[in-house]
DNA sequence: CGCAATTGTGACGAAGCGTCAACTTTCTTC
DNA sequence: GAAGAAAGTTGACGCTTCGTCACAATTGCG
């Protein structure tokens, strides 16, 4: 009997059922945020929202605020290695841009199609920058400055050109994700092109 | 008698007072916001700042919500009519990105360098999109339109375009502040050329 | 001055917060 | 598999903050 259980489940009830809580509060707070909104919602309308009670989710979360961030970081965490692998199979600087572009786009919309987007631009809105996002940064800064190591892109301030990168890419798609349906591709044409032409220019100076 | 305090003060008691107030608060906001973080505060501790008693907040704001909200709208409304001036005056598409890019700069280190910049990223980082908010984009996008009118830049999508010129001027805003002291003419000479290069890539398509 | 209108005040009930002692479940040991 | 230890859950409790409201104070007006 043993023997059985443990094949299909590698850990102990402990384990399992933490991380169920744990994935439970995350996706209660996911629907309750798309809700209410940030502001507009309690711990307890995030809680009621599972099988748990009030004080279970102290033993999860400090607070609402760090329950926002581990959502920003879960998406983060995932995102990350589809950034890697577009660097690592890259086999020029445009390509890279390109798969890391569209790959941010698909992801953006995959995420945010849950549901319809309820309230996501109502009341202030929320960024947070936490180790998972800290992380998607510094691999677009490793991107770029390998690429420029590698003399495949112009040679600019890495800093300055993640940052490019990210802003445009983000604001876009913004932009992106009051479309519908949201056109992807077209989004991620104009975005490479611009980053594309502005990495050359920026490398230049001014004509 | 009348006559010289309408002089000095063209409303009466009740309308400076209001005034004076409102601005306490919107001050005191500021200091506290800095000091404990937009999440970390309350509205009390708010109001403390000023010589007010707690009711009298509500009297001019429905919440801390609201509060930052007006800060952030009191500021892009200060903003705007130096982004319209940077249009009116621009000689061409080059002159008018630069103009404008060096005034954000200039104004966002001028408005973040109150008392250090303490916890400027503390907690999740807050935007929000007022009235003030959406005219400063707008303004952006009637900018870039009217240089495709005239024909003075690349016929892209105008929406696209303002968002891609806001997102990299924001996001490397935030590298700028990150900086001591921060280096507004370098910051704006890449963005500059980025956007330049940028939008007659765009334009043009992939090579 | 005296009345009306507006604004300021702080105490109050409601609501949300985070904690904790008691209880239940799971793990370990023999 | 029983018994004790360890870990986790529960919801009621005390405390903080919220937003309101009756009342006080100030201002505008004739």
Do not use: W
Request: one cysteine or more; hydrophobic letters at 40%; aromatic letters at 8%.
């Amino acid at each position: 009997m043993t023997a059985t259980t443990m094949v299909e489940a590698p850990e102990g009830r402990r384990e399992r059922s933490k991380a169920a809580n744990r994935q439970a509060i995350l996706e209660a707070a996911r629907r309750i945020f798309a809700q209410l909104g940030y502001e507009g919602c309690t711990v307890r309308d995030i809680i009621r929202g599972t099988e748990l009670a009030s004080g279970t989710f102290y033993n999860y979360f400090k607070s609402k605020e760090e329950v926002f961030e581990a959502l920003a970081d879960d998406g983060a965490r995932r995102f990350k290695p589809i950034l890697r692998a577009a660097r690592e199979k890259a086999t020029c600087f445009e390509d890279y841009i390109h798969t890391a572009v569209h790959a941010y786009f698909t992801f953006l919309v995959e995420e945010n199609r849950s549901g319809a987007h309820p309230r996501l631009d109502m009341g202030p809105h929320v960024r947070s920058n936490t180790p998972g996002t800290l992380a998607v940064y510094e691999e677009v800064r490793d991107g770029v400055a390998e690429a420029i190591t590698r003399g495949v892109a112009p040679n600019v301030d890495p800093d300055y050109l993640a940052a490019a990168c990210i802003g445009v890419a983000q604001e876009i798609g913004e932009v992106l994700l009051h479309q519908s349906p949201p056109d992807v591709d077209g989004a991620t044409r104009f975005v490479v092109n611009f980053i594309l032409g502005g990495v050359k220019a920026a490398a230049r100076g001014p004509e």
